[in-house]
């Protein structure tokens, strides 16, 4: 099963590429459906992108699943020109505008869940331009099966020649909207969520009022337009079962740390199951990994037959660590194996663990077992300080060093 990791800039793509994914997936300025939530790429990116990732044997998927107006259909056709020219491995879509001109490039298509598949007749339609399908977030895990059951049976294939590949999403945001569909921000700032800028409404305290007798309605939860997170993981068997061949990590706004646990996460579930080796103690040992970095809570969203969602009880997330910033990075001494930071805001000691980050870098943490100031081992370095640490990897210049705390 492909595990699939998100890339929001280059700290979250290299920390994907450290932990495991087999594929990334990411925007490159508007006409994505994170193009403000993420900092997105730049076409100047793009060789970079490509280079890092086929040096790890990674494929490259380009998110263009907007809707799409006569004014951007000029952007589309530079933007996948110079995607077939930097070796993209393939489009994810949902306009026909961007699929046709995909396809006459003779770019590979993925079917945005924005489509909404759901059944297995608009699977065969859309064999004729894509080689793997994005189903709907709304499906059974009783019903994805069935879908992947007909690919079998009835051998549907994509423009490729091969079987028609099956993607679902595995963890991270849900939206209260059918597949993402929400015109909660258009209404309310001219914002729309369908064009990739999202203001996140749904997220927002809320009571019901009714407006003939001014009565309260009493409701369970203030946050409740507000989805947990999605997970997976406790039955990724059962996914796996399902026929599944890409799994997708939603979190191109998210922080590189929180791609970096995501995926290192599942790319252990994922090989534990392949070697037989996946138990209910290694479960509840992610979990609580998982639950370290940002998340609205955990819940199974509709794949095991469940009709209502699970939502939220707090703003924002539920991680039970939280990283504070410290200071950056000011030299590296290769030979030695030794970064030098300056220290900025808060002090850190012997004993903390730390998560230095960087475009080069990703995302990575250390136990701090010795420090250095002026040379002198110290037990720790304040504000304004310059000390040293010895590390396993190379640290560049403006790398920027965080303390890891209980939330």
Known sequence: MELMA?????????AALDNGANSVYFGIDQLNMRAR?????????????????????VSTYLTMNTIIYDHDLSLIKTLLNKAK???????IASDQAVIASARERGMAVHISTQ???????????????????????????????????HIEKEQIK?????????????????????????????????????????????????????QENGFEVEIDNEYMMSPK????????????????????????????????????VYREAIDALEEGTFTSEKVEAWMERLATV????????????????????????????????VGKGIHYFSKAGIAEF????????????????????????????????????????IKGDCCTIKVPFRVRLSDKLYKIVDA
């Open 85 to 91: 020219e930097g070796g993209v491995s393939a489009v």
């Open 37 to 57: 939530a993420s900092v997105n790429f730049t076409m100047e990116d793009l060789p970079e992108i490509t280079r890092r990732c086929e040096a790890k044997n």
């Open 294 to 325: 940002y998340n609205r809570g955990f819940w199974s969203g509709y794949y095991l037959g469940q009709k209502l969602g699970e939502w939220s009880k707090t703003s924002g997330s539920q991680a039970t660590q939280k990283k504070i910033y």
């Open 342 to 381: 300056k220290i900025e805001a808060y002090d850190i000691k012997k004993g903390d663990k730390l998560l230095i980050t960087g475009p080069s870098t990703g995302a990575k943490e250390i136990d701090l077992e010795e420090l250095y100031v002026n040379e002198t081992r110290m037990l720790k370095a």
């Open 158 to 210: 994509g423009p490729s020649g091969e079987l028609v590949k099956v993607e679902i999403f595995g963890h991270g945001a849900l939206c209260m909207a059918v597949s993402g569909k929400c015109y909660l921000s258009l209404h309310s700032d001219n914002s729309s969520a369908n064009r990739g800028a999202c203001k996140q409404n749904c997220r927002k305290k809320y009571t019901v009022i009714d």
């Open 229 to 264: 997170d999605l997970c997976t993981l406790d039955f990724l068997d059962q996914v796996m079962d399902a026929g599944i061949q890409i799994l997708k990590i939603e979190g191109r706004g998210r922080a590189p740390e929180y791609v970096a646990t995501v995926t290192r």
């Open 6 to 14: 998100p890339a929001g800039n280059f700290e979250s793509l290299q």
């Open 115 to 149: 489509l909404n598949i759901t059944n297995i007749e608009t699977v065969k339609f859309y064999s004729l331009f894509a080689e793997t399908m994005v189903l709907s977030r709304e499906l059974s895990l009783r019903q994805v099966k069935k879908i992947t059951e």
